[in-house]
C-alpha cells in the first residue's frame, strides 16, 4: 500500500528566508510525487509532480522539490518566501494505478511572516 | 467558464434532507474525482469515474451516491446524511488513458457541506 508523510503540521518562516517543506512516501513501485497547494476557500492547485527522469523538478510560482530515492523522500523547497506563499500544502503519491488514484498527506501549513 | 466549477458552494441540510452537489470540468478531461476534507485529516478519496466507468471506494456510505451522466459532469447525491459528513468536498478532473503519462488532477473550488 501507498502512503505518504508530512511530518509538520506547521512552518513558519520570515520573509526572503529559505523555505523547506517536507514529506516522505512509501509506494511499492515507481513513485509518482505531486505538490499542491491550497488557499483559504479554493480548492486544491497543482504546483509540481516528479514522474521521472531528473531528480529536481522546478514548478509554480518559484517552487521546486528534489527526488530522492534512497531517502523516499520529496522535499518542497523556494529559494526566498513570499508573505503570499502562506497557504496549505498537500503532498500526494501514486504508483500510477490506472485510475490515477492519489494518496494525499494532510497537510503542511506555511505561514511567512513580513 | 473554465477549469473546474462546483455548486453550490455552502450548503446547509438537515439529517433527512436529500440534497446533491453538482461539479463541472470544462478542460475535456476524461476522468472525475470526489473528495472529502475534513480538519485535520488527510484528504479522502471517495469516488472516481474513468471513461464513464465508476471505481468505487468501498468504505463509502451508502449515503453518499455518485453520478456521471457524461465526461463533463459530476454529480454527489446526498440522503440522511450524518453530522459528521460535514466537510469540505472537492472534485477534480484529470486526462487519462493508455499511453498518457501520469497527468495531475485540476480540482474546483469545493463545496461547503454542514449537516444539522
Known amino acids: 500500500a501507498q502512503s505518504v508523510a508530512q511530518p509538520e503540521d506547521q512552518v513558519n518562516v520570515a520573509e526572503g528566508n529559505p523555505l523547506t517543506v517536507k514529506c516522505t512516501y512509501s509506494?511499492?513501485?515507481?513513485?509518482?510525487l505531486f505538490w499542491y497547494v491550497q488557499y483559504p476557500n479554493r480548492g486544491l492547485q497543482f504546483l509540481l509532480k516528479?514522474?521521472?527522469?531528473?531528480?529536481l523538478v522546478k514548478g509554480s510560482y518559484g517552487f521546486e522539490a528534489e527526488f530522492n530515492k534512497s531517502q523516499t523522500s520529496f522535499h518542497l523547497k523556494k529559494p526566498s518566501a513570499l508573505v503570499s506563499d502562506s497557504a496549505l500544502y498537500f503532498c500526494?503519491?501514486?504508483?500510477?494505478?490506472?485510475?490515477?488514484?492519489?494518496?494525499f498527506g494532510k497537510g503542511t501549513k506555511l505561514s511567512v511572516k513580513p | 467558464e473554465t477549469g473546474v466549477t462546483q455548486t453550490p458552494r455552502h450548503l446547509v441540510m438537515g439529517m433527512t434532507n436529500k440534497k446533491s452537489l453538482k461539479c463541472e470540468q470544462h478542460?475535456?478531461?476524461?476522468?472525475m474525482y470526489w473528495y472529502k476534507q475534513s480538519a485535520k485529516k488527510p484528504l479522502e478519496l471517495m469516488f472516481v469515474?474513468?471513461?464513464?466507468?465508476?471505481?468505487e471506494n468501498n468504505s463509502v456510505p451508502s449515503r453518499f451516491s455518485p453520478e456521471c451522466p457524461n465526461s463533463s459532469h459530476l454529480f454527489l447525491h446526498l440522503h440522511t446524511l450524518q453530522p459528521e459528513d460535514s466537510a469540505l468536498y472537492l472534485c477534480?478532473?484529470?486526462?487519462?488513458?493508455?499511453?498518457?503519462?501520469?497527468?495531475?488532477?485540476?480540482f474546483g473550488p469545493g463545496t461547503r457541506l454542514t449537516v444539522l
Open positions: 477534480a478532473s484529470s486526462q487519462e488513458g493508455q499511453g498518457i503519462t501520469y497527468n495531475e488532477q485540476f
Open positions: 509506494v511499492s513501485g515507481n513513485p509518482y
Open positions: 478542460l475535456g478531461h476524461n476522468a
Open positions: 469515474y474513468s471513461l464513464e466507468e465508476r471505481v
Open positions: 500526494a503519491v501514486s504508483d500510477g494505478g490506472s485510475q490515477g488514484n492519489l494518496i
Open positions: 516528479y514522474i521521472t527522469g531528473d531528480n
